[in-house]
């Protein structure tokens, strides 16, 4: 099965409250985790990272929470705005040169 | 800010014949990567190349696809004979010197009649 995943295809909030996206790992051993955005027809863009020794991480308007004891995380958006609008992914790489794994998506509605 | 880029944005291309999807990395990069996205669903990842050979790839990456760095700035990705389940999105990363973040480009939208 995968070793990332979401829990949730689409989840719609009202502009200007916060979001939060989860994701689901299986591999206790993951040690690094990013997660992208991807806007209609457009490449997926790289938001913020979290590696295993952090519980959490701030970007701009954007936060992500580690909880390594249930294998879980989270991307927090403050104050949505409609350009967050999009798929949200979690995605784990394999170390090196692999290539990443990406969990299905969420799809990210905001509603005015 | 740099960005990678590729070419064609969209392609439209009859069963059987052969595409090129190419792609320039960000200039400073090292490690390049092709992942596809079929219409729906997640990324998934293809091939990543490195000092002019491929370091891993997956089992979508078979004989009737091939990878080429032609020169100091292009990246391709070749299918030799289009079947009707390679139309997708094909997506180009790359990667700077031991760093895992990845930055995708805008891809290209393949179309297989």
């Known amino acids: 099965g995968e070793s990332v995943g979401l829990h949730l295809p689409t989840l719609s909030v009202q502009e200007g409250d916060n979001s939060i996206i989860n994701c689901a790992y299986s591999?206790?051993?993951?040690?690094?985790f990013i997660w992208y955005k991807q806007e209609s027809g457009k490449g997926p863009q790289f938001i913020i990272d979290?590696?295993?020794?952090?519980d959490k991480r701030q970007g701009q308007r954007v936060t992500v929470l580690l909880n390594k004891t249930v294998k879980h995380l989270s991307l927090q958006i403050a104050a949505t705005q409609p350009g967050d609008s999009a798929v949200y992914f979690c995605?784990?790489?394999?170390?090196?040169?692999?290539?990443?794994?990406f969990g299905k998506g969420t799809h990210l509605i905001i509603q005015p | 800010e740099p960005e990678v880029t590729q070419t064609p944005s969209h392609q439209v291309t009859q069963m059987g014949q052969e595409v090129i999807l190419r792609c320039v990395p960000i200039?400073?990069?090292?490690?390049f990567y092709w992942y596809r996205q079929i219409l729906g669903q997640k990324v998934e990842f293809l091939v990543s190349?490195?000092?002019?050979?491929?370091?891993?790839k997956s089992e979508i990456f078979d004989d009737q696809f091939s990878v080429e760095r032609p020169d100091g700035s292009n990246f391709t990705l070749k299918i030799r004979s289009t079947k009707l389940e390679d139309s997708a999105m094909y997506f180009c990363?790359?990667?700077?010197?031991?760093?895992?973040?990845?930055?995708f480009g805008p891809g290209t939208r393949l179309l297989v009649l």
């Open positions: 979290i590696r295993s020794n952090m």
């Open positions: 995605a784990e790489p394999g170390g090196g040169a692999d290539g990443l794994t």
């Open positions: 190349f490195y000092n002019n050979e491929i370091s891993e």
């Open positions: 591999n206790s051993a993951s040690d690094y």
């Open positions: 200039s400073n990069h090292l490690y």
């Open positions: 990363a790359s990667t700077p010197w031991e760093e895992e973040t990845q930055y």
